[in-house]
């Protein structure tokens, strides 16, 4: 799929970017927020939503957010559920977006091409994730019909995970371990 098709299918990318880093030693997203941007741009996502909260003047400043829908997140202090729901909020009031793209500013080895086959799978009823040898991971593609039981229903520092797991029948699982790496950077 080109990315032009990706976007034709009205597939938001959104990047969680709001947390404190406390074991990394600061906010995540002046320091990866940039790459997070290119996968998801350069996969095929439009628009690009980038929720921000700690460090947020850090962020502005560090990083070019031309084009980027960038939403505060008052209360990111309460976990990544609470920048979910910030995020999915804002894409359900885009209406040609059917579906989410959802990454963690804090994974720089996915890759454009890894989003890409997320997005080949993209439609409103979608549940789509990343898996990494086998391992699921991020980014996942939360289709439209979806989000407002989970915007109802996260919590905490979860973020999808019960509810991915309460439909772990409808899950599609797309291998990326070929073209990207799913870890996550927690301490420097």
């Not at 460090?55 to 084009?67: F, H, I, N, S, Y």
């Amino acid at each position: 799929m080109s990315s032009l098709d990706a976007a034709a299918k009205g597939v938001a990318g959104l990047v969680l970017a709001a947390g404190a880093g406390r074991r990394y030693g600061g906010p995540k997203a002046p320091v990866f927020l940039g790459q997070a941007l290119r996968a998801l741009r350069d996969g095929g996502c439009d628009p690009i939503i980038a929720v921000l909260g700690a460090g947020v003047r850090q962020t502005r400043a560090a990083v070019d957010l031309d084009g980027v829908l960038v939403v505060e997140n008052q209360g990111w202090a309460e976990g990544m559920a609470s920048s979910l729901r910030l995020g999915m909020t804002t894409a359900a009031r885009i209406r040609r977006v059917s579906a989410v793209c959802v990454h963690l500013v804090d994974m720089p080895g996915v890759s454009a091409t890894a989003v890409a086959r997320l997005l080949a799978q993209a439609h409103a009823g979608c549940l789509t994730r990343a898996c990494y040898d086998g391992e699921p991971g991020h980014p996942v593609v939360l289709g439209r019909d979806h989000w407002a039981e989970i915007v109802a229903t996260v919590r905490g520092d979860q973020g999808a995970r019960a509810y991915l797991r309460r439909h772990a029948a409808h899950v599609i699982a797309v291998e990326c371990g070929d073209v990207a790496s799913g870890y996550d950077v927690d301490e420097r």
